[in-house]
């Protein structure tokens, strides 16, 4: 009997790791999750974008706001849409890269869309969001409302 066929395996990078789930998963589970490695290897060959990583993104709080960075090089702004919807910070977007080399007579067409959800967790103050676009770059900012402010208390740490 093979080690495979006892563990159930998911993803982790490209290295394969032990993934403990609940039985009620059950076997359908195990096939989605078998089924999206296969296109995720296959995808990354194309060097397509592959969900859920993509894009990258580093989120920073203070007290003040939530500031999210994305890296999104070769998209337009104009094929970027920046939404807050049932408390998350959402970021949909499509990649199109076109080459043509005539003297070769080659043409290469690439398209991939991608969103990414950010569970805020707290009260922002909406009219205040702000997005900016520069050099591949995209820089969220979300001003924390009073309330959610005020909420926040700093627990001191004691050393023993």
Do not use: C
């Amino acid at each position: 009997m093979n080690m495979h066929d006892v563990v159930p395996w998911a993803r982790s990078g490209s290295r394969m790791s032990p993934a403990f789930r609940s039985e009620a998963a059950g076997p359908f589970a195990a096939l989605r999750q078998e089924m999206d490695r296969l296109f995720d290897e296959t995808l990354r060959g194309f060097g397509m974008p592959v969900s859920p990583g993509w894009p990258n993104v580093e989120v920073t709080e203070t007290d003040k706001e939530i500031r999210a960075t994305f890296e999104v090089p070769g998209v337009d702004e104009k094929d970027i849409q920046v939404l807050i919807e049932d408390g998350d910070l959402v970021v949909r977007g499509e990649k199109r890269s076109e080459t043509e080399d005539k003297q070769r007579r080659i043409s290469e067409r690439m398209y991939g869309r991608f969103e990414r959800r950010i569970p805020l967790g707290q009260e922002v103050e909406e009219e205040g969001v702000r997005a900016e676009f520069r050099n591949g770059l995209l820089t969220v900012t979300l001003p924390r409302s009073e309330r959610a402010a005020q909420r926040t208390r700093r627990i001191p740490v004691s050393a023993r």
